[in-house]
Antibody, heavy 118, light 110 residues
């Protein structure tokens, strides 16, 4: 069983929106810190947003603050990333990861590809 | 915190040792006493996976030919004897202040 499975990646025009989902299984999702990490040709690997077990624990990198929103549904073992005002430079592979301790990522999803292009 | 890896490209001979350096712009010692420097491996066509966490702790299932060392701002990942399956890109990442990755080191067989 794969612990994390992302979905929702697609091609979208600049200025558009996408919602990524991550389905978790095989561990106690509700107690876990969960992150969205992306890989782009320009910046390599980059932590975009992370979220603790509580709705009040959400943090973002400056480049996506105000455009992206991380959320979770603990009842459905799911993590989400709502992405608005997408830019060409947001093109990349988006990973859902479990963060055990300050960047110790023990689980990675397979990734979902987002292409922002006109 | 900026994390800088070297070299960015590392051709290696099977059975020989290899090492990758990672330097940070600030100390990675957290106020809780832990040092948050981790190493990840990304094989072709696969997502990254953790190799070493908190400088020197080998993750579950990682062969003992991989080891990590260092302190403060200077860290090293070593492979004692390179095998064909070690081809890929290796990243260090600091977790002391937010989380930032190095540029990656591409390891290939000569």
């Amino acid at each position: 069983e794969v612990p994390l499975v992302e979905s929702g990646g697609d091609w979208v025009q600049p200025g558009g929106s996408l919602r990524l989902s991550c389905a978790a299984s095989g561990f106690t999702f509700s107690n876990s810190w969960m992150n969205w990490v992306r890989h782009t040709p320009e910046k390599g690997l980059e932590l975009l947003a992370n979220m603790g077990p509580s709705e009040t624990q959400k943090y973002y990198v400056d480049s996506v603050e105000g455009r992206f929103t991380i959320s979770r549904d603990n009842a459905k073992n799911s993590l989400f990333l709502q992405m608005n005002s997408l830019r060409v430079e947001d093109t990349g592979v988006y990973y859902c990861v479990r963060d055990l301790e300050h960047g110790y990522y023990d689980y990675w999803g397979q990734g979902t590809l987002v292409i922002v292009s006109s | 915190i900026v994390v800088t890896q070297s070299p960015l490209f590392l051709p290696v001979t099977l059975g020989q040792p290899a090492s990758i350096s990672c330097k940070s712009s600030q100390t990675l010692v957290h106020s809780n006493g832990n040092t948050y420097l981790h190493w990840f491996q990304q094989r072709p066509g696969q997502p990254p996976r953790v190799l070493i966490y908190k400088v020197s702790y080998r993750a579950s299932g990682v062969p003992d030919r991989f080891s990590g060392s260092g302190s403060g701002t200077d860290f090293t990942l070593r492979i004692s004897r390179v095998e064909a399956e070690d081809v890929g890109i290796y990243y260090c990442m600091q977790g002391r202040d937010w989380q930032t990755f190095g540029q990656g080191t591409k390891v290939e067989i000569k």
